[in-house]
């Protein structure tokens, strides 16, 4: 049987519950020339939608286990040793995305690809890119001592030869919830703007330590104006405290909605991304820390015009495990979600 309806059976089974709602079928067995499949038989008018409005998942990887010591040390969340990124797959199959685009470095690959990449291979297409120090435009060359990546922007643009129609992009290590990924293929459906899932503040904070955020601005009608990446944000008893570029003490309600790296965009972005990393790399190739951000890139484009950006929003709560004890309340987390019925147990059943 050809590979690409095994994949559209296996889609539409996780595809139940998210595109049906209460009205979901029961699972069976299905009759599939002669062979039977387990899952749940759509109407076909649902198959043909799944052919024209399918989508990439691009997933930021290839600082994935810097914080533990190594891809081997990346500690799961599920009970049945499922990663965060396992889960964020599960939810994307779900929404309708169909193709998965890693971007990792090479000297992770063969870890990765042992500890992680075969478990996704099986349930949907992967493609590998790479994200490496000297992946510069021409005429640019990685100052010596360089060991940091070059950040979320770069990350992105080195998708862009996998990349052909719109995409979410995320990060390997954060929890973003199935609704997210909904409200990107709704928007999608109707609109060729880009767009960011936000979640408020206080839900995205350590009890451990700092994080930073990138903090969106908006109009009256709700509509994303502006982002400014804001570092070391501290949790307080009433929202947040964080110290500004002038060494000023500020304080946060909690309540504001920041970028948490979910992005929906469509393969037009990759020339402005380009564009906009020369003109970085001409102020900051000799800073060895100095990092293309995303949010912010995003953020000076919608500014002058030339992106539009919708701001969606998730009911889902966020989590991510930005140090090593914020592992027990993402475990927590994910009991709590699969004894709600949100996800099976195992995962990939």
Not at 174 to 186: E, I, N, P, Q, S
Not at 204 to 218: K, M, P
Not at 323 to 338: H, K, W
């Amino acid at each position: 049987m050809h590979p690409k309806w095994l994949r559209l059976i296996a889609c539409q089974a996780l595809r139940r519950q998210a595109d049906l709602g209460s009205a979901t079928p029961r699972p069976g067995l299905i009759p599939f020339g002669r062979f039977l499949f387990y899952g749940t038989l759509l109407p076909l008018h649902q198959y043909r939608s799944v052919a024209k409005s399918s989508y990439d998942l691009v997933i930021l990887a290839a600082g994935m286990g810097s914080r533990f010591g190594g891809l081997k040390q990346v500690q799961p969340v599920g009970p049945h040793g499922e990663l965060i990124i396992e889960y964020s797959v599960f939810d994307a199959l779900r929404a309708g995305f169909d193709r998965l685009v890693l971007v990792i470095r090479k000297d992770i690959e063969a870890d990765f690809r042992s500890s992680i990449g075969r478990r996704l291979e099986s349930r949907i297409d992967v493609q590998y890119v790479y994200q490496e120090i000297d992946s510069l435009p021409a005429g640019f060359k990685a100052p010596t001592g360089r060991t940091k990546p070059w950040g979320t922007g770069h990350a992105v643009l080195v998708a862009r030869d996998a990349v052909t129609r719109p995409f979410a992009a995320i990060n390997a290590d954060d929890f973003y919830g199935a609704g997210g990924y909904r409200a990107l293929v709704a928007h999608f459906s109707r609109s060729n703007h880009y767009a960011m899932v936000g979640y408020p503040l206080r839900q995205t904070l350590s009890e451990h330590g700092t994080v930073s955020r990138g903090l969106c601005a908006t109009d009256s009608t709700g509509r994303l104006q502006t982002i400014t990446e804001i570092t070391k944000i501290e949790k307080a008893a009433t929202g947040a405290t964080y110290t500004d570029a002038q060494g000023t003490a500020r304080t946060l309600s909690g309540d504001e909605i920041v970028s948490m790296n979910f992005w929906g965009l469509t393969p037009a972005v990759f020339p402005q991304l380009e564009k906009r990393f020369t003109d970085f790399l001409q102020r900051n190739q000799a800073d060895l820390k100095a990092e293309f951000y995303l949010p912010t890139t995003l953020s000076e484009l919608n500014e002058h015009g030339e992106a539009s950006i919708d701001l969606l929003q998730s009911d889902d709560a966020w989590f991510g495990i930005t140090y090593r004890d914020d592992l027990p309340t993402a475990q927590a987390a994910i009991r709590s979600l699969i004894a709600a019925g949100r996800y099976p147990t195992p995962l990939w059943e």
